[in-house]
């Protein structure tokens, strides 16, 4: 991809690097807004990290991190990973995304969210995902989703 000239990643046969399209991404939205960065990949998951930070706070008495921000990074960690199982761009939107807490985010931890795509059909993809601090043994939340393909491109 080229940073300058981000419109051929988003082309149809261009192969996938999540690390690249998250730079391009992190730049706008709620991405660039909560500074989504690129941790690490396989053949089938990507997974984001976003640090800690005071304006994240959904309760400050305990300082732990707004939940919206975990739907956030989760959500695109999932969508990512069906592109990265499929090994190319495809537009899709988040069908149903849930989202099971088991515990908070302790404040000024870093928040960890993986994507897996476990299953791709002709119009959906299927996946699930962790967030956690750094240890995937002590996840914070789990979740489980489908993304659709949008209609007129082809895979």
């Known amino acids: 991809m080229d940073i300058e000239n981000p419109v051929s990643t988003f082309t149809e046969g261009t192969p996938f690097d999540p690390e690249l399209v998250n730079r391009f991404m992190s730049k706008f939205g709620h991405g660039g807004f909560l500074n989504m960065e690129y941790s690490q990949h396989g053949e089938d998951w990507v997974e984001l990290a976003i640090d800690w930070r005071d304006d994240l706070v ?29 090994g190319a761009f495809v537009p899709q939107v988040t069908m149903d995304l849930r989202l099971d807490y088991l515990r908070p985010s302790p404040a000024g931890k870093r928040v960890y969210g993986r994507g897996i795509c476990y299953h791709i059909s ?34």
């Open 58 to 86: 959904g309760d400050p008495g305990t300082g732990v991190m707004a939940s919206a921000v975990v739907i956030s990074l989760l959500d695109n960690a999932t969508s990512m990973s069906i592109w990265q199982k499929r």
């Open 122 to 155: 002709r119009k959906i993809g299927f996946v699930r995902g962790i967030a956690h601090n750094g240890d995937l043994e002590d996840p914070l939340a789990y979740a489980s989703g489908t993304f659709i393909r949008l209609e007129g491109w082809q895979s």
